[in-house]
């Protein structure tokens, strides 16, 4: 009891929050071959 009195308060600050989106959300959209196209000078 006495660890977990101490550390439950340590271990929920320093939690990291997750976010609602995939890192990788981006990837799932279209690609735009002549955007790509336009940026890269071809």
Same mark, same amino acid.
């Given at each position: 009891? &006495? =660890? /977990? /009195?101490? =550390?439950?308060?340590? *271990? %929920? #600050?320093?939690?990291? &929050?997750?976010?609602?989106?995939?890192?990788? +959300?981006?990837? &799932? $959209? $279209? %690609? +735009? #071959?002549?955007?790509?196209?336009? *940026?890269? =000078? *071809?």
């Amino acid at each position: 009891e &006495q =660890g /977990a /009195a101490e =550390g439950a308060p340590f *271990i %929920a #600050r320093h939690i990291i &929050q997750t976010t609602t989106h995939a890192f990788d +959300d981006f990837a &799932q $959209g $279209g %690609a +735009d #071959r002549e955007l790509n196209k336009k *940026i890269m =000078g *071809i």
